[in-house]
């Protein structure tokens, strides 16, 4: 228990130190002069696409901006809706792509190089400087690309990847959606990882990437990571490999999502790429699974249940959790956490839980080669080179 109750502690004092240290994109950013292409690939996003494309249409400080769409072959309207949306702005263009992506690829790997491939070949003599990919639903403040580019070149850094808000809306959602920051945020001493380049220590988001473009073609831009579900953290990987830097910082208010609408979206999403947690390693899985009953199932049930000493270390335990989860929600918002926050987190045994049956479900699906994404099968490379 007492063990528990210290690994419990110990990840509430790193999310607080991360609270302070971790660093945040400004909100009043210096102008852009350099060429910045933003990429964006969508399948069947017809319902987020138009007010993304809104918001990038509205960017400021950014003198020279291209926004370059891919429609993957959606079954939707996701074109038309597109083409609506940029009403002709010239710094707007929409890709189409007729077929699946080739062998070993994932869809949104080949669709990112497809997106970066036509930025260089129609960005003049040298290209774009700032390659930014982004997801359809992600929602953009008006300075979020000039501050993201200004951190990325004040801090001579190859891959900024600014952590977005996550939104959550429904209980399924409140109970997995803040772990994501909450399981780097109580676990990692972020600004001490992004100094050097250890491969272990990687945070992005890929639903926000910022690339020096230079970096992103040396090493060959998304092929190396062609066949990855979890296509973000292993480049950011590939470019640490390659002796470049790469760094995460809070986005805030200037860019939020919500990934997820339902329970059911949440638990396709993580099916398809849970199982590469740990390395895909089953025994890597089961290993932080039983740390993670120790810190967080334990305590709450000695507080409970027991008495004197067991009880009094118990509730220690399970307070230190609750407030490593209100941290990491702070540091992810840049606000203090709401009721629906506190709740979330009074109940984090719940969300371990949880957490750790997506995880048990995505390994029985990848058994099964059950794994999908947006209607098409997922076929991820087995020994995961790219880690």
Not at 100 to 114: Q, Y
Request: glycine share 8%; aromatic share 6%.
């Amino acid at each position: 228990m007492t063990v528990g109750t210290g690994i419990a502690v110990g990840g509430a004092a790193l999310a607080a130190w991360n609270r302070v240290t971790v660093p945040r994109l400004s909100r009043a950013p210096a102008p852009v002069t350099e060429a910045v292409t933003v990429c964006v690939p969508a399948r069947d996003e017809a319902a987020l696409l138009p007010d993304l494309i809104g918001d990038l249409r509205a960017q400021v400080g950014i003198e020279r901006l291209r926004i370059l769409v891919l429609d993957d072959a959606s079954t939707d309207d996701t074109a038309a809706r597109a083409l609506r949306a940029m009403d002709r702005d010239p710094r707007c263009e929409l890709l189409r792509g007729t077929a699946g992506p080739p062998p070993g690829w994932t869809g949104k790997a080949a669709a990112c190089a497809a997106l970066a491939e036509h930025a260089e070949g129609t960005g003049g003599e040298t290209g774009p400087g700032v390659l930014v990919f982004l997801d359809a639903d992600i929602r953009l403040a008006p300075t979020a690309l000039a501050a993201a580019v200004t951190r990325l070149r004040r801090h001579d850094l190859a891959l900024l990847a600014p952590w977005p808000q996550q939104r959550a809306e429904t209980v399924a959602e409140r109970s997995v959606q803040p772990l994501l920051c909450w399981s780097w945020a109580c676990t990692l001493p972020v600004t001490w990882a992004d100094r050097g380049t250890r491969t272990s220590t990687v945070v992005a988001c890929g639903q926000f990437l910022v690339f020096d473009a230079a970096s992103y073609r040396a090493i060959g831009g998304h092929e190396p990571v062609a066949g990855s579900v979890a296509e973000d953290l292993d480049i950011a990987r590939v470019l640490r490999r390659a002796g470049h830097r790469t760094a995460m910082a809070a986005a805030g208010e200037l860019a939020r999502t919500r990934m997820y609408r339902s329970a059911d979206e949440l638990v396709a999403g993580y099916r398809r790429w849970l199982w590469s947690a740990y390395g895909g390693s089953v025994a890597g899985g089961i290993a932080v699974g039983v740390v993670a009953a120790w810190a967080y199932w334990l305590p709450p049930l000695a507080a409970v249940l027991g008495r004197g000493h067991l009880r009094r270390t118990g509730l220690l335990g399970y307070t230190a959790a609750v407030a490593s989860r209100l941290l990491a929600r702070d540091l992810e918002t840049g606000r203090r956490p709401d009721r629906h926050d506190l709740v979330a987190a009074l109940a984090h045994p719940a969300s371990v839980a949880t957490y750790l049956l997506l995880w048990q479900h995505s390994h029985r699906a990848r058994r099964r080669n059950a794994l999908t994404w947006r209607g098409r099968t997922l076929t991820p490379r087995q020994e995961l080179d790219s880690r």
